[in-house]
């Protein structure tokens, strides 16, 4: 009995996660996009968070836009419980992202998250995320969140698994539009 239901699990995941693999293999095979992964703990008032997001980096006029997939899961066994007495054990879906001050190693984001907590409700969370680049591929980043009219503090790490936007930056895309 145990093994159905281990089964079931790991095809439930695989199921919830296809957005995003469709997203990264979307990613791979166009030149246009690159694809970001992030692993991060967010400290919310309660309990922290660990979770992870995957996107598509998307050149834009401005700065880039990012949009993927993520999901969080409490630390602790029991969750996170608010005033409501809701108990937040995960929270999954999609993310909308805006760079507004980029440089080559730099950069400061706004991004907004949208999902599902525990399968029975819609959250929206906003957030201002900057990320530093060591190296082509590998960074760090912190970010500054609100979740249930609380401020969130996030860490992250940062990992580009595709570089294939690097030779269209903001600058050339301006020349070529």
């Not at 970010?143 to 595709?162: A, D, F, H, I, W």
Request: cysteine-free.
């Amino acid at each position: 009995m145990k093994t159905n239901t281990n089964l079931y699990t790991v095809i439930t995941v695989i199921i919830k996660l296809l957005p995003v693999i469709l997203i990264i293999a979307a990613a791979a095979s166009s030149n246009a996009q690159g694809v970001k992964a992030t692993s991060y703990i967010e400290k919310t008032k309660m309990s922290p968070k660990m979770g992870y997001s995957v996107g598509v980096v998307l050149p834009g006029y401005l700065g880039d836009m990012e949009l993927g997939g993520f999901y969080q899961k409490a630390m602790n066994e029991q969750g996170e419980s608010t005033y409501r007495k809701i108990v937040e054990e995960k929270f999954y879906g999609m993310y909308l992202g805006v760079s507004f001050i980029q440089t080559e190693r730099v950069n400061v984001s706004f991004k907004v998250r949208a999902g599902s907590v525990n399968d029975k409700f819609l959250l929206l969370t906003p957030s201002v995320f900057s990320d530093v680049m060591i190296s082509r591929s590998l960074g760090f980043g912190f970010g500054l969140g609100m979740r249930n009219l609380q401020p969130t503090y996030t860490g992250r790490l940062v990992l580009k698994l595709s570089n294939s936007n690097q030779g269209l930056s903001r600058h050339s895309y301006r020349r070529y539009r």
